[in-house]
């Protein structure tokens, strides 16, 4: 009772779900360093299964504020300079194969109408409107493969289009 009392719980409900939130943030880091797929976690009981449900709302949440940003960009007409515009694909790209990598094939699966659609804006702009081809072009295959490997495909004939359009 005194180290209750000294940890402000009346019961020993309140140290034990402060105990499972310790332990699920330990499990979600884990989850996250560890690079595996956790979606077939996410339907577990119990701590393991709050963790991976946490890790997967997170990832996609970095994701889709990497393309909330870049489509922004893209609507309200800012240019960057060439090398800038191909560092900030990068970083999107860059992020988007750690969330699938995290995540495994069903999570990049889930994952894609939250890039697809940004990204493509994107490239046709700089395709149609800057006249940055190689860089819309690369935009435009990687698409191709992402919709190929899940399995899209209406995306999958329009990045095709898109990606056979001249240089």
């Known amino acids: 009772m005194e180290r209750a009392t000294a940890l402000e719980a009346s019961s020993g409900e309140a140290v034990l779900r402060a105990m499972e939130r310790s332990v699920g943030d330990d499990l979600a880091a884990i989850l996250r360093r560890s690079g595996s797929g956790f979606m077939a976690l996410t339907r577990a009981d119990g ?4 963790a991976a449900r946490q890790v997967r709302d997170e990832v996609l949440s970095e994701l889709e504020l990497a393309c909330q940003a870049i489509s922004a960009r893209a609507e309200q007409k800012r240019p960057l300079a060439p090398a800038d515009e191909w560092r900030e ?5 860059d992020t988007a194969e750690r969330a699938f990598r995290t995540g495994g094939r069903p999570f ?11 990204i493509t804006s994107l490239a046709c702009w700089l395709y149609n409107i800057r006249h940055e081809r190689a860089l819309a072009n690369a935009m435009f295959r990687w698409l191709h493969v992402q919709a190929c490997a899940g399995e899209d495909a209406e995306a999958k004939t329009l990045q095709l289009r898109n990606m056979n359009c001249s240089l």
Not at 47 to 50: A, D, I, K, S
Not at 89 to 93: A, D, T, V
């Open 47 to 50: 701590p393991l299964g709050v």
């Open 108 to 118: 990049q699966r889930m994952a894609f109408p939250a890039f697809e659609r940004s």
């Open 89 to 93: 694909w990068q970083s999107l790209r």
